[in-house]
């Protein structure tokens, strides 16, 4: 029997503000009823981005408010919207962060609906998973691997699909040197990806220096060298991302960076700014500097079985729906270990 009508808990943002003032709020909604060609999902997980910091913090606000967040939901299909038939009732699928796509501007045409012009933004644009119930186009949902559990697959949906962008787009091959600039949920998993894909290459890892737990994860990961932002390694990086929310490890990057070598940038919004940057240090020798934007639903649906065949396995600390500020508030602080997950049913 499909139910309708009935009333669901979610985690609100009413008002941009700091995180520490616990702006997100445990309310009583509608549950969403799925439009043509959309589904409705039970959420069972949802993990929590730094993203969502600076959608709360207004660095990059919801486009209207109130608005549900979350976009690393894992959950099972409820009931189908009209002419919906991709998946069963009780199938289960992820979402991520891209939630809809025009398929018919430029940059959908050559495959890069990241860039599309009219996308639509789990969380962001549409009411996403710190909730128990949430609707997407079918189109735009994952079937998820067997071997994760619920909470383990969460973070791979953003941290995990953003993360093997990312790494895509650094240009690491076997035999080289990547670099990682912060240790947190996606860089946890690009450590595993490279390390399966580039059997042959190294991982250097730039932490903040008081990371104890980010560094004693990497070290279990096999990080070939592990060390403090502004360290210099013991090698030139061939190819680098900075995963971390400030400016200074980008100019760091890029004076530890080999002739020809590029820097990703993963991240939405910088909370400090890039400090200025020295031509002859940081870019001469055809360094290269490039950001990482959102996600396609090919980076989904090619990262979530190779994330199966490896296996990943996405460290995580579970958080209540109704503790989401505080998982949000630990995530700013840098006190997560792996990736922070909301357990939203049993
Ligand atoms: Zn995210
Ligand atoms: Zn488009």
Redesign the pocket.
């Known amino acids: 029997m499909q139910r309708e009508g009935g009333k669901m808990k979610a985690m609100v943002l009413d008002e941009t503000s700091a995180v520490e003032q616990m702006p997100l709020k445990l309310v009583d909604l509608p549950e969403p009823v799925p439009g043509r060609g959309q589904i409705r999902v039970r959420v069972f997980a949802c993990g929590v981005c730094h993203t969502e910091l600076d959608e709360i913090e207004g660095r990059v606000p919801p486009s209207s408010l109130p608005m549900i967040l979350g976009h690393e939901i894992v959950g099972r299909v409820e009931s189908l919207g009209p002419g919906a038939g991709r998946f069963k009732k009780g199938n289960r699928v992820g979402i991520a962060w891209i939630n809809w ?9 050559k495959g890069e ?1 990241n ?5 639509k933004w789990t969380g962001k644009d549409v009411d996403g998973g710190y909730a128990q119930y949430t609707v997407v186009s079918e189109d735009f949902a994952y079937p998820i691997p067997e071997r994760f559990a619920d909470l383990e697959a969460a973070p791979l949906l953003c941290a995990g699909v953003i993360g093997y962008r990312a790494l895509r787009l650094s240009g690491m091959e076997n035999g080289r040197i990547l670099g990682l600039y912060g240790f947190g949920a996606s860089a946890h998993i690009v450590i595993q990806v490279a390390k399966y894909k580039y059997p042959n290459g190294k991982v250097f890892v730039f932490t903040r220096p008081n990371q104890k737990e980010h560094q004693d994860l990497a070290r279990r990961l096999g990080a070939d060298w592990i060390g403090a932002t502004g360290d210099a390694p013991p090698a030139k990086l061939d190819c680098a991302i900075d995963f971390t929310p400030v400016g200074e490890p980008v100019r760091q990057a890029l004076r530890n960076l080999e002739k020809g070598g590029r820097v990703v940038m993963n991240a939405i919004r910088k909370t400090t700014p890039i400090p200025e940057l020295d031509y002859a240090e940081h870019l001469w020798h055809e360094k290269e500097l490039k950001s990482v934007a959102n996600v396609t639903r090919r980076d989904a649906q090619e990262f979530l079985p190779l994330a199966a065949e490896i296996p990943i396995v996405p460290e995580v600390e579970v958080f209540r729906l109704n503790d989401a500020n505080e998982a949000l508030i630990r995530l700013k602080e840098g006190r997560i270990r792996g990736a922070a997950v909301l357990k939203i049913t049993e």
Do not use: M, N, V
Request: glycine share 6%; net charge negative.
């Open positions: 796509a025009c398929g018919r501007c430029p940059f959908c045409l609906e860039l599309c012009d009219t996308a």
